[in-house]
């Protein structure tokens, strides 16, 4: 399975980006889907995910009520709609997926990655 990662770029406080994940793979319903980011010198957290059976999404606490995250079976794509972007958003996104049982917030329970898409806000 291939992830493409896409919609990034430099914003100012207070916009908004809608970032994508494309799979390769037609199996994509089957797969829960991630997004994490990572800043220099940070390790990778968790932002937001949705499982693949009824479409629960999580989202850490810091950008709950700012980001919406989505899936699109027919295009295989999931969406990460992010608004009120501040600086502290700034990182490399990527998307990630899992096959299997529910679980979301450990980098180390995804089986695929995309390659990242920078998210740059201004103050």
């Known amino acids: 399975v291939q992830l493409q990662a896409s919609g990034g770029g430099l914003v100012q406080a207070g916009d908004s980006l809608r970032l994508s994940c494309a799979a390769s793979?037609?199996?994509?319903?089957?797969?829960?889907v991630a997004w994490f980011r990572q800043s220099p010198g940070k390790e990778r957290e968790f932002v937001s995910a949705?499982?693949?059976?009824?479409?629960?999404?999580k989202y850490t606490d810091s950008v709950r009520g700012r980001f919406t995250l989505s899936r699109d079976n027919t295009k295989n794509t999931v969406y990460l709609q992010m608004s009120s972007l501040k600086p502290e958003d700034t990182a490399l996104y990527y998307c990630?997926?899992?096959?299997?049982?529910w679980g979301y917030g450990s980098p180390r329970m995804y089986n695929y990655w995309g390659q990242g898409t920078q998210v740059t806000v201004s103050s």
């Open positions: 990630a997926a899992r096959i299997g049982s």
């Open positions: 793979t037609r199996t994509f319903s089957t797969f829960s």
């Open positions: 949705i499982k693949w059976s009824d479409e629960t999404t």
